[in-house]
């Protein structure tokens, strides 16, 4: 579909085709959501042996009683595993309960509201407060950001990572900045695997930042691989020993979407200096984490091959969803100009782009013929993504039919909008 040579007449021709397909799938009632990045029935029924799997036996190797109070930086076992998958000494570990956001909540308010190395560390001290946000990056860490009140920076996504000189230009000029969010493996929404060298430089912005400043490394999607030879993401941890930044990078993980979405353990990894500012502050909201749930998923893991295994079903559940999404992408779209978007490789989202000024009457028209989708504008700080463009699809939770016909009316409501914004 060439818009750009139509004349008017095949413009209004067309919009009328177009038009009338629309009217079709709209009569068929469908109620397709997209909207979140979720496990699939099917990913969480992978997970059920852990219902049972202690049988009575609630003691962690090193003695401990799960079931007791007590043991604030979690069991042995379930720090390994956090070990493993933030590729990190287990000294460097914390492991606590569900969900990584909770505990990337609890950091940013500790740094926010009483410092990680003292009362004089406590961002709020600061006449402005502010962090940079990659964009199109994750809503829920802009949430974060606007309830505490802090100034967020947009700073360009591009396919090696966030774009470095402006963010090394940004921490040069702006003594307000405090901190800067990343999805470092298969980027929300973008899929992009930071590079090398995109890794090295944000090690080093420790060296130029304040010496408060501190990069909240999400690594959600560390094992969530599609393919059989995964792009790999450097190790950030040994990035920062060599530029002797240890203190400027918090780590975070869990296994919200490799087992139990609602019941999984979320690991935190820091320097020593990091945990203990975070532990003072932790140990007086909880006296310790649900240790028989970590129990519960080191016994479920034992076998060192065990998660690995694992983590390839939920690929063969994922993988033919996305490949349903990028086939109706590059059929409809790959030789015109009405949209592009990113092949990912691993992760939960494909990203989106409309022309410019339509993704808001995309998301509606798609909408209104029964497919839910991200609000336009939601990959974007306050809501407001400046070209109206990005629209984030996340695939997992509907079936692969139910995925197609999501995305025929998806591509049609792209032509429809896009035809109608030329007319």
């Known amino acids: 579909m060439d818009l750009n040579n139509a004349t008017s007449e095949q413009l209004i021709q067309l919009e009328q085709s177009l038009s009338e397909q629309y009217q079709q799938l709209q009569a068929l009632k469908l109620n397709l959501d997209l909207t979140r990045g979720k496990p699939s029935a099917e990913q969480l029924s992978l997970s059920n042996a852990l219902d049972g799997i202690l049988n009575g036996d609630y003691i962690s190797k090193d003695g401990t009683d799960t079931r007791n109070y007590g043991g604030l930086e979690g069991i042995i076992e379930s720090r390994e595993m956090g070990a493993t998958v933030l590729d990190m000494p287990i000294e460097n570990i914390l492991a606590q309960g569900s969900s990584s956001l909770t505990l990337m909540y609890q950091l940013m308010s500790t740094a926010y509201f009483f410092g990680l190395t003292g009362k004089q ?25 606007e309830q505490l009140g802090i100034k967020m920076i947009n700073v360009p996504m591009t396919s090696n990572g966030p774009d470095m000189d402006v963010v090394e230009s940004l ?17 929300n929404p973008t899929g992009v695997v930071y590079s090398d060298q995109t890794v090295e430089r944000i090690a080093k912005l420790g060296q130029i930042a304040h010496k408060d400043f501190r990069v909240f490394w999400d690594n959600a999607y560390a094992i969530h691989d599609l393919s059989d030879n995964p792009v790999s993401l450097s190790s950030i941890f040994s990035a920062c020993d060599q530029a002797n930044t240890q203190d400027s990078v918090l780590q975070f993980a869990s296994t919200s979407k490799v087992t139990l979405a609602g019941a999984g353990v979320a690991f935190l990894g820091a320097s020593e200096t990091n945990l203990k500012g975070f532990k003072a502050v932790l140990g007086v909201q909880t006296i310790g984490p649900d240790k028989t749930n970590q129990l519960r998923h080191a016994r479920f893991f034992e076998k060192p091959e065990s998660l690995k295994a694992h983590m390839k079903k939920h690929a063969q559940i994922i993988k033919p969803r996305f490949d349903s999404v990028l086939a109706h992408l590059e059929k409809e779209f790959s030789n015109t100009d009405l949209g592009k978007w990113e092949s990912a490789d691993g992760g939960y989202f494909i990203s989106f782009d409309t022309q410019k000024g339509l993704a808001k009457k995309v998301v509606q028209l798609a909408a209104d013929a029964g497919v839910k989708l991200t609000p336009a504008g939601a990959t974007f700080p306050y809501g407001n993504d400046p070209e109206d463009s990005n629209i984030r699809i996340a695939p997992t939770v509907p079936t692969v039919k139910e995925v197609d016909q999501a995305m025929q009316i998806f591509t049609l409501c792209v032509k429809l909008a896009s035809v109608q914004q030329r007319l």
């Open 171 to 187: 921490i040069k000029q702006d003594s307000s900045i405090r901190g800067m969010w990343c999805v470092p493996k298969y980027s």
């Open 121 to 145: 560390s406590a961002w709020h001290l600061a006449q402005e407060v502010s962090v940079i946000c990659p964009v199109p990056g994750y809503d829920r860490h802009f949430s974060i950001c």
